[in-house]
């Protein structure tokens, strides 16, 4: 068995990854730290673990050594906590944004200072689909934004075969989890509840992300929506040239045939025609689909995922699950509800 | 015109008192205060508001003299403020909890001490269905709290005419704006939404409102279900004597036929048969109804409103308008809306 | 007193004009047909109308002459129906698509073809913020669709002005109700809850109107989202010229500075910085907002209402307000709710 | 492998027994029915299986013979097709009301009357907390209803250890799931969002099945909320002599201590301090729990649980594994989600 630490365990993050991790027949959960909540049960804050994990919150500062480490939290701007605690363990996946930027100057522009800025561009990125094979050896991982994963999972396949014009807009829609479990008056459930809040007009911080991963002219905004869980992203392209949905379907195919998480959603009837992300809460599926007008070449990209799993903890631990030559699905089987 | 002030505006009761106030044809909003928020715009934090009213929070130490004064917060443990504050006004509604208990003992039942138990039976109760002819002359008025409302307004016409054996329980379910303005982290939207969260198992505080009320000896529970407004009320009672459902539907015909705010609903078909908080969102209506199974005298009592509107700041205004003289709906008028 | 008909008043635009012309202090209503309803209670169907309307639904045929007729079902294949109709008022209001879009070739690319392509192009458009001088004299008003209102509302003073480049994405997100009253599986509530339905990948409907009325050359795309009401659209656009936030506001204000219901809502503070239907429900307003981009001229431009007000039957009562030389508010008065 | 029929597959009990199904390791599915939709694909209308499930509905009649058969849908007035059915199979697990009372005489007054009168009493009740010993040989199973489980694993190890007093009213609440994929309009989204819709007000059928199951006197009502999935019960009821908390978790634990499903959920502190659905949705948990005011001995039991999964299909898996002598946790190992 692998010995795993959760860092920063109490917010919905790390909760996801104990469920996960919990359900995970190779690794054994030694540590989880929380700051404010150490000695306090695990299952206190998180009640669907009750009679499933038996674990105590310990302080940061007491995490013991491990052979892979979970970081949920961003170093803030203090990096020496980080190089501590990274020091304890071979394998660290941080799910926070600390890492995903490699350009420091784009960094500055969307995030502001970076207090390790060395640390930039060393880590490798956690996208199973895009880097399989650097994920077999990586040591340090980070993986990607919620609607980042959804957007790039969409786009890449037409932007790697040259199919997308460069100019790109993305249109991302989230639930209240992806604001985490201390936020403040305006995710009061009576603020929060039935709103289209647009938090981002312009810009969003994952349009920088989906820029470096795709080569496209990303322009990115984001709406909260009425949901716990939950990331849609509509993605509006122009083919670089005259285009059939048969050519758009083989583009996805040809990246998307042998993966076992992203499913290609594009359906002439039902209620489920594109990616919804209603029916994948829990699971570790991405689904992508597409809309092609051929007059004019426009194209509507659907990209959806849980925020927590996909977009986050579930796509951590199947980085950890190709790390470690496992089965790539360990733990990750639950294949969402209908309906629900 | 008649001027008003609201005491601690920024609050959901507040903004309730404001909107309604700000189309009602006889007052004029002289003063809100907010400690929090002095000298911010008032449609800062009530966005619904914009356009309509022009005003910026006062800091409670600096409330003008008014005719009529709303005060929305309980006094704390500092009672010479509030001393202070209705020497400022003529008319005093209180929609705190202060002092709708009469019974010193029955206040520290429910409540823990008092700050001026002095005061506790020397205000009149705002309850036009029940109170009518007293608030035509009272200065000081407590507004009963919104389960108590609804549950008063459904079991008193049956209590009072001796249909009812003693024993009655009452499941109280309200949404989260039941909880305020200022809540915590039990009120984020992600822990909140989709709950049947029993907040109050047994003994909820307004049991005891009930029980004073109806002279009947009231067990009550609270859940918190997923909507931002709304309470309903359903109450198990027995008849006291053999029953049919024409002797119970003159009982109530008798207290509401000639009320503006009260309606009756018990239909045999629709999705609507019984009283439902959903299309009563921003009206003043309690509906109330009931279910009797004659083979063995078991009643269900239902009541619905919403918290905000008839559950407080709605019933506040009417309490005025009674006071006043005026039309007893003016500010009142809004039917709620279907479907919403 | 004015007396009025209801076309199809047992769905949810029919109950929201009777909602509204019931609290219209110049109005009478004096028929409600619906076929299949006829003979029942008009609150049956309405419940938020109990106490408020005495009214039986008549079948179509047997429709009264009255002064104004609105229409809220398209004639379908009848036109003769509808001829028929028509002929029994002086002023009609049109709130089906029949007579939005003036041009029978795009009709046919989005509807298919017209059952009767003479009308097209006789009815004045019913949008006071743009065509108010004629309402003040038409007597057959086509009032615009719900997402199309909010859209053409936040572009057109910017398009008219000449500060848009040519090409605009339009992102229309909507409740459930404006799928009608007689929706099938598809809108169950398992089905429906909680959905980001993305039914209109490409090209929806509303978007030949939007482009008739701004002139642009638009792509629209619409998302069906878990909410009962509300409309909000996203609109991106790029600057013709090097612009700044005052000249924005400045066109804005030119074209919405007298007008009663529609406010530039553009923040930096608060939870409710850009226009958000979620305070909007049982308004008349719609309320617009912009985020700018100065480096590249990028521009997010927000619409937001309550699709069955503003978007509907609201919207077509405030142009019979203006026909009739009314108070333009008269029976759309209320401001919306603040929380809910 | 185990061969297993699921009849009447396109509802939401029959699309969670294929989610559980297709990931249970000893079973295969061999055949899916649908009158209405034989010869579409199942995951049309499952869209969570797509990828997981690769079959197509056959009509009833074509039904093969397999190992097991689950049937989800009542037989309606046509014993005769129910004999042929059950006929393919050596085990039969009932997830209809059909065979669930044992009385006639009951099932008359609360479903009126039975096609096939002498089939009651001839199956197991499969409820594995009270019946495991007889499900292990069972052939013929019938499992409870939803709120009816949740109502009998709250109460029934009270009643057994004969702690209450006869007389308990139960107030189930339930979400749109529980109606059913083919409910009509009182199910569309726009008139069952935000509702607490009191749908049985008296004596709801699983009335008749928990006072079967516990031997009390019980009053039920059921309300429709807002939610997709999802049981809560609110049982009240009063000791039978003095009792204390100890008392209460003594008698549970004596109960559940050994249960692989059922925890009890009773904290003092956080938001989930008694049994929530809104934790449990996937799971096959049923939460118990409870709240005692010593002074006169009023209980409150609340139960929790997924109506289809530990109210229906889980439950139903849970009893086959228990008979075919398999762990008994196989298929049904998910734990839910926090938040969700």
Chains 1, 2, 3, 4 share one sequence.
Not at 174 to 180: D, H, I, L, Q, R
Request: net charge neutral; aromatic share 4%.
């Amino acid at each position: 068995m692998i010995s795993v630490g959760v860092v920063g365990g109490a917010g919905y993050i790390g909760g996801e990854l104990l469920r996960i991790l919990s359900g995970h027949p190779e690794v054994d959960i030694t540590a989880v730290t929380s700051a404010r909540l150490a000695g306090r049960r695990v299952d206190g804050s998180h009640p669907n673990l009750r009679g499933r994990v038996d674990l105590t919150y310990v302080a940061p500062e007491r995490l013991p050594e491990c052979d892979v480490l979970f970081l949920t939290g961003s170093m803030g701007t203090d990096a020496d906590q980080r190089h501590a605690m990274v020091a304890r363990a071979k394998h660290v996946y941080d799910l926070s944004p600390d890492l995903r930027l490699t350009d420091p100057d784009r960094y500055r522009e969307f995030y502001g200072g970076h207090p390790a800025p060395e640390l930039l561009g060393t880590a490798t990125r956690g996208l199973p689909e895009a880097d399989r094979a650097a994920l077999r050896t990586a040591d340090s991982v980070s993986v990607p934004g919620c609607m980042a994963t959804a957007a790039i999972l969409a786009l890449r396949p037409l932007a790697v075969a040259g199919l997308l014009a460069p100019r790109v807009t993305v249109d991302g829609r989230v639930g209240s989890s992806g604001s985490g479990a201390s936020a403040g008056e305006m995710n009061l459930h009576a603020e929060r509840s039935g709103v289209l809040r647009v938090f981002a007009p312009l810009n969003h911080r994952h349009q920088a992300e989906i820029a470096q991963a795709t080569g496209l002219d990303v322009r990115m905004t984001a709406t909260g929506v009425d949901a716990v869980r939950g990331v849609q992203v509509l993605c509006r392209a122009t083919a670089s040239r005259d285009l059939t949905e048969a050519d758009i379907r083989a583009a996805y195919r040809a990246a998307y045939a042998a993966e076992p998480f992203v499913r290609v959603v594009t359906y002439k009837r039902g209620n489920y025609r594109l990616p919804e992300p209603k029916i994948l809460i829990g699971s570790n599926y991405c689904d992508v689909g597409f809309a092609l007008d051929p007059d004019d070449g426009q194209l509507l990209l659907v990209g959806a995922l849980d925020n927590l799993v996909k977009g986050g903890a579930g796509n951590a631990v199947q980085c950890l699950n190709i790390r470690m030559g496992w089965d790539e699905s360990l733990g990750l089987d639950f294949p969402g509800l209908h309906p629900a």
